[in-house]
């Protein structure tokens, strides 16, 4: 890796962590979406920062940046786009909806019914979104990042099997240690007052924080991940990634295994971890760390294997110790 881009990955990560306290492997794994191409999402309880997270990102790296907030009343119009009648010409025209732009944050997906969630499908798989009779492509890069509460809270969906395979990578926030949660405070407390023009004053929060000067833009991104393409992966490498994908598969304790995109999802992360990391070659370490994020959101257990008190991390960790 050039050492441009060395600094570069090192200016995004401290632009980020002047707004977000904590949360690195996060800004890891975000990165490791925007270089491969693959879409992210994060899971975890209201309040640990991931909408801040993510548009704090799309700021720093000058990226056109869409949102949507995703309740139970939401129509995939909403989201996609539609056809709409114009009284004027009694013809219809294209709306096109947010889905239509660089990085979409998709925040707290699961809480809009499947209809609504399945719409993104197209877009995250082939790039593209059709309305009406027209397919329309959609911008260079796209990425889509999703937040969910955990299913255990209320008002929200399970998500599907075929829409949880179109992630790449599904990262579980915790909570921040006393310390981090202590520099939270301390920052909040810091902040003051923001003073609109109009007049009058409201408290500022983390988001006034955001720096409004890109550190890089679409260009600089592009040739990152053309550096990303450079990363050597060894033959050995790869054929761990198909003993493993294969070994969930067959496991007595799993109903549901990974396909052949949890491999390929797998390999290309590990590209891009060893890039963001300042090698030109994948390691043994790569796989281990990108595991846990590829796989889990795609193996289920058998009722059996729920009865003698399984969890999917206890599984995976065997697999990994067999690998």
């Known amino acids: 890796m050039t050492v441009l881009k060395s600094n570069l990955v090192s200016e995004i990560r401290n632009r980020v962590a002047e707004v977000v306290v904590g949360q690195d492997v996060v800004v890891e794994r975000i990165l490791i979406a925007l270089l491969t191409g693959g879409h992210l999402l ?170 409004d000067g890109p550190v890089c833009g679409i260009d600089d991104l592009v040739e990152m991940m053309e550096q990303v393409q450079t990363v050597h992966v060894s033959e050995t490498f790869t054929e761990h990634v198909v003993r493993m994908v294969r070994r969930t598969r067959e496991h007595n304790a799993l109903e549901v295994g990974c396909s052949p995109r949890a491999g390929l999802s797998l390999v290309q992360a590990a590209r891009a971890r060893a890039f963001l990391h300042d090698r030109d070659f994948v390691t043994p370490e790569d796989l281990f760390s990108l595991a846990e994020d590829i796989v889990l959101h795609r193996i289920r257990l058998t009722y059996e294997a729920v009865a003698r008190g399984l969890s999917l991390r206890d599984v995976l960790e065997e697999i990994m110790r067999e690998v």
Not at 121 to 132: A, N, W
Not at 179 to 190: G, T
């Open 42 to 211: 994060l899971e975890g309880v209201p309040g640990l920062a991931k909408t801040l997270l993510v548009n704090t990102v799309a700021r720093t790296i000058g990226m056109k940046f869409g949102r949507v907030q995703f309740t139970i009343d939401m129509l995939p119009s909403d989201v996609i786009g539609s056809e709409i009648l114009d009284q004027s010409t009694h013809e219809f025209r294209i709306h096109k909806g947010p889905v239509f732009t660089n990085l979409l944050l998709a925040d707290e997906i699961n809480r809009a019914a499947p209809k609504v969630q399945g719409c993104l499908l197209e877009s995250m798989q082939e790039r593209k979104v059709t309305l009406g009779n027209k397919t329309f492509p959609l911008p260079a890069p796209f990425l889509v990042i999703a937040t969910q509460n955990p299913i255990e809270q209320a008002g929200t969906f399970e998500l599907p099997e075929a829409q949880l395979d179109r992630f790449m990578l599904c990262h579980r926030l915790h909570y921040p240690s006393a310390d981090e949660e202590k520099d939270i405070y301390r920052r909040q407390l810091n902040m003051g007052l923001s003073r609109p023009k109009e007049g009058g004053a409201v408290p500022r929060s983390a988001f006034d924080m955001i720096a």
